[in-house]
């Protein structure tokens, strides 16, 4: 990897940000990116420009000669590195320590910097003298399976949050255009699907491989078959997929394309790529990645419009990798849905539970029976949640011990929505234990889930004594406030005291503690809180109030996710921040007064066109693609991505505007977006939380 390991030298170095419309030094990235493919990994000319567009590609110029680069992203948590390369002819100028510094001094808010390097490449003493340390180690994606190593640059937060490799996988099947394109690698159009599995996603991207892509292999010819066989040799294999949903799923689909396409599929490819979807639906699974056009047109909107699989190209995936894979992550129609049923386990529950069961961890059947057995002798309720077809596929048990909410039993099936059972599911327990004053979540149970137990982790979790436990903070105050009830807690249950907090926190890092200890809220943070002002008839359906007679659809309904778009003019508010909903009067079908209904987490606040974040974000909002071109301006649209609502009391705009005035504010119905203080902002959740 053409990275620098020397100290820096007197040769004047400028850096700059490339601009989205930088053609030209977009183009230098690239060239010199591609000149260190061995060891950097294929990267399409499209992630350069989306990172620029992004504004996290940071260019190093001699003069006006382009010497090197570093290509990074921005995700909730960290800052992540995922190219970092100098000009061969430029080592030992020190270009790539003023590369990862100025990173470091543009986003220290950022908790830190993470990186992944293969060990094969030598480079540890490098990443050490970048003032990188090593976190931990997996196998990349490559044939060989070499191994990697994630190296962490620490921003000096406090050490709170969960640094190590992110758990929340996207999973995705591909068609056997995309295998060819891996196992052939005299095809020249395929850098976009190489790209899926280059190391910098082998943490990101599962790619599953399913009976009806080793079908079609199967019927190929030639040295070309061996090639694909091998290559798909690294795909996880799938879960048993159940024959009678498979078939109804793909009589669902076929009759939501016959409406457009009578006689579909006409070819034999047109039955291996109808089996390639219905399989992905009936797994479970949220992605398809392909790069034929004319399956993406045929199955692409019913299957994605009745069965939430979107079916894209690799290049789309690998722009918006961490935003789809928390998309997989928060489909809540899957999950719940009206066919799911929630139910109290009897003593006796014993066939039910065997799917549940954790061989892995040295579990057997009467191991889970009798955890069952002494759970109910106990007392203690189990919830089970049963799929349409009646099976069991998760159970939840929960008591009060000590001050902290146990869970002695939490388990997930082994099925495509595992993820989503399971943060579902995390998200109830954190507000059992805010209901039942704990503060303190505990995960006992010594044979959790695998999908649970990566959930928790991602979720906030930390490990003590072989358990997870997580804070659950119920306060809004300073953080010295804060920090004395986080560590009473800590004290009181026998578990690590946390480290101390300051006031004036970043606001990253203030944003990453109040999601990961929610529902706390860090009043003297930096953490900026915005007035969002929101129609009735869109609040109903996005936050759930008013209540109608009609139910909300259960996209929305159940997801802890929502998009909320708006024209990018006036206030724009940048995250990550706090949502203060205000519900206005308006129109003729507004019975309810105007008030502050809500509070969210603002996760991501980005401009951008809208059709892009329609395709992006439409399982997540309420509107349709020409309510977005309504509302725009200059061809851009404003789209506020927004987590963990919490409804409020309502507060009526006569006690806001008296609540305002106490901190010397207008209080005014917002007219748009308004930032308030931080004590005003205090002064309202307090007042919302009152019963």
Not at 34 to 55: E, V
Not at 195 to 209: C, I, P, S, T, Y
Not at 239 to 260: E, M
Not at 389 to 397: E, P, T
Request: proline residues 7%; charged residues 20%.
């Amino acid at each position: 990897m053409p990275l620098d390991q020397e100290a820096p030298s007197s040769s004047t170095i400028r850096l700059a940000l490339a601009a989205g419309d930088d053609a030209s030094g977009i183009m230098a990235a690239v060239e010199l990116g591609n000149k260190a493919r061995a060891t950097l990994g294929h990267m399409p000319y499209a992630g350069y420009r989306d990172a620029a567009k992004k504004g996290t590609l940071l260019l190093a110029y001699a003069d006006e000669q382009i010497v090197g680069y570093a290509l990074y992203g921005l995700t909730r948590r960290r800052v992540r590195l995922t190219h970092l390369c100098v000009d061969p002819q430029w080592h030992g100028h020190g270009i790539a320590r003023l590369l990862v510094d100025w990173i470091s001094d543009q986003h220290g808010d950022y908790p830190g910097i993470l990186a992944k390097c293969r060990d094969s490449y030598d480079l540890g003493d490098m990443w050490i003298k970048l003032r990188f340390t090593p976190l931990s180690q997996r196998p990349g994606r490559s044939k060989a399976r070499h191994l990697l190593t994630s190296w962490w640059r620490d921003h000096g937060q406090p050490n709170l949050f969960t640094r190590d490799d992110d758990s929340v996988l996207a999973r995705a099947a591909v068609d056997l255009n995309v295998l060819r394109d891996l196992a052939d690698e005299e095809r020249s159009d395929a850098v976009e699907s190489r790209a899926l599995v280059g190391d910098q996603f082998a943490d990101r991207l599962e790619l599953v491989r399913t009976g009806a892509l080793d079908s079609e292999v199967n019927s190929m010819e030639g040295p070309l078959r061996a090639h694909c066989i091998t290559a798909a040799q690294s795909f996880t294999p799938p879960p048993r997929v159940d024959h009678a949903q498979l078939k109804q799923v793909r009589a669902d689909l076929l009759s939501a394309v016959h409406l457009v396409n009578p006689g579909y599929p006409h070819t034999d490819q047109d039955r291996y790529d109808l089996e390639h979807v219905c399989e992905a639906i009936a797994l479970g699974l949220k992605l398809f990645v392909t790069r034929d056009e004319s399956l993406t047109g045929i199955l692409g909107p019913p299957a994605q419009r009745h069965h939430g699989l979107r079916i894209l190209r690799p290049l789309e995936v690998i722009t918006h990798i961490d935003e789809l894979a928390r998309a997989e992550a928060y489909q809540p129609a899957a999950l719940l849905g009206t066919r799911y049923r929630r139910q109290l386990l009897g003593i006796d529950a014993g066939d039910d539970l065997v799917g549940l069961v954790n061989p892995a961890a040295g579990e057997r059947r009467r191991d889970l029976r009798n955890t069952n057995r002494g759970l109910a002798l106990a007392g203690c309720d189990r919830v089970g949640i049963y799929d349409p077809d009646g099976r069991l596929v998760a159970v939840i048990a929960a008591r009060r011990e000590n001050g902290a909410l146990t869970v002695p039993l939490a388990r997930v099936a082994n099925i495509g929505l595992a993820d989503t059972l399971a943060r579902q599911l995390l998200f109830q327990l954190r507000q059992q234990a805010r209901e039942a004053g704990s503060p303190i979540l505990k995960i006992t149970d010594r044979y959790v889930s695998p999908a649970l137990r990566l959930a928790a982790l991602q979720d906030g979790f930390n490990q003590h004594d072989e358990q997870l436990y997580a804070f659950v903070i119920d306060v809004c105050g300073p953080a010295k406030q804060v920090e004395h009830q986080a560590v009473t807690a800590a004290r009181r249950v026998g578990v690590p005291e946390p480290a101390p907090l300051r006031s004036d926190m970043p606001a990253v890092a203030a944003a990453e503690l109040e999601r990961i200890w929610w529902p706390v809220k860090i009043a003297d943070s930096a953490l900026p809180t915005y007035l969002i002002p929101i129609r009735q008839a869109y609040s109903a359906d996005l936050l759930g109030v008013p209540g109608g007679l009609l139910p909300r659809h259960d996209n929305l309904g159940l997801a802890l996710e929502h998009v909320y778009y708006r024209s990018p003019r006036g206030t724009r508010p940048r995250h990550p921040a706090r949502l203060l909903w205000y519900m206005s009067r308006s129109g003729p079908a507004t019975a309810y007064p105007a008030a502050v209904i809500a509070c969210s987490q603002l996760d991501l606040a980005e401009i951008g066109t809208p059709e892009d974040f329609h395709a992006r974000f439409q399982h997540l909002g309420v509107w349709g693609e020409h309510q977005l071109h309504s509302v725009a301006h200059n061809g851009q649209v404003q789209a506020l991505r927004f987590t963990n609502t919490e409804l409020l009391t309502h507060i009526p705009l006569q006690r806001l505007a008296v609540l305002a005035a106490a901190h010397q504010q207008r209080g005014v119905p917002p007219l748009g977006p308004l930032r308030i203080p931080p004590g005003l902002f205090a002064a309202l959740y307090q007042e919302g939380r009152r019963q």
